[in-house]
RNA sequence: UUCGAUCAUACUCCA
């Protein structure tokens, strides 16, 4: 049976649906029968596809087969639920599996707290949140970087702070998502200084920040029309080693053309394609 | 050891 969900996982992924349904039926000749992994992939595919009732259609065949959704089952399902739109069925789903008497692991609420984030219910996202502490469920790094990132995209860059200090305070280790987020955050916001001060201190650090983190400052500068502040950063990231990419280019040559500039951003286009990349 | 969470975070399109 594990073979199998290896051979089924990897089919769907590959979207060759048809054959992962093949081996559904062929797997029983074999003697091996579909367990909760299966069904769970499956569900997930489904839902990946946007194929919400052929998912859940999945959920019932999982139930006859005499599995009852776990943890996982229930998350796929909520998560698919948010990702569909269809928010509050993926609540009643949330509300269901405690009566059920199982407890929604982080995954489970991350899934939540990030589709109340996307409909823009920030304060029921971070209510859920709390709720999920009060109940014992230690958030993750994912967890805060879902709410940070709301917080940012709000503007509400206090809350994104004191976000971050609570993970210091929990001992929450954040990752290249977190700063990447912070970054993008104060450049949206017009703090650019703040975002150098960032940025030098991970270098203090010892640490490299990525490309995202430098797009996102040579965005801002675009965005403020400092072009020479922007090119400074082009340059400076390619002496640390960063290659910008598509979109760094992007963003240069976007502004350069909504200044008129064309004959740079011709020349710029030609800098890119001589590196290999291709334009999109 | 076979399943699930940041449509994982950056650009463009009054999308």
Not at 58 to 67: P, T
Not at 77 to 87: H, Q, R, S, T
Not at 175 to 199: R, W
């Amino acid at each position: 049976t594990s073979l199998y969900n290896s051979l089924i996982y990897g089919l769907c992924k590959v979207a060759r649906e048809d054959e992962a349904l093949g081996l559904l039926v062929g797997m029983r000749r074999s003697r091996c029968v579909p367990d909760a992994f299966t069904y769970n992939i499956l569900i997930d595919h489904f839902f990946k596809v946007k194929r919400v009732n052929k998912a859940l259609s999945f959920v019932c065949k999982m139930i006859q087969d005499g599995y009852f959704p776990n943890q996982v089952t229930f998350c796929t399902v909520i998560n698919g639920l948010c990702n569909a739109g269809k928010l509050d069925k993926a609540w009643d789903c949330f509300q269901y599996m405690f009566r059920k008497g199982l407890q929604p692991d982080v995954f489970t609420y991350s899934s939540l707290i990030a589709g109340l984030c996307r409909s823009n219910r920030v304060r029921e996202a971070f209510a859920l949140f709390s709720q999920m502490e009060g109940r014992g469920c230690v958030p993750n790094v994912v967890t805060y970087n879902i709410l940070i990132c709301a917080f940012c995209r709000t503007g509400n860059m206090s809350m994104a702070f004191q976000m971050l200090d609570k993970m210091g305070i929990k001992s929450v280790k954040t990752d290249e998502v977190t700063c990447n987020t912070i970054v993008d955050g104060l450049c949206k916001s017009g703090d650019l200084a703040s975002a150098h001060l960032l940025i030098n201190k991970i270098i203090d650090e010892g640490m490299i920040p990525n490309v995202i983190a430098y797009s996102s400052m040579i965005n801002g500068y675009c965005k403020l029309g400092k072009m020479d502040e922007a090119f400074k950063l082009y340059t400076s990231m390619e002496m640390i080693g960063i290659s910008p990419n598509v979109v760094t280019y992007n963003m240069l040559i976007d502004t350069l053309c909504k200044e008129g500039k064309f004959n740079i951003a011709l020349s710029i286009l030609d800098e890119m394609k001589a590196k290999g990349l291709v334009p999109d």
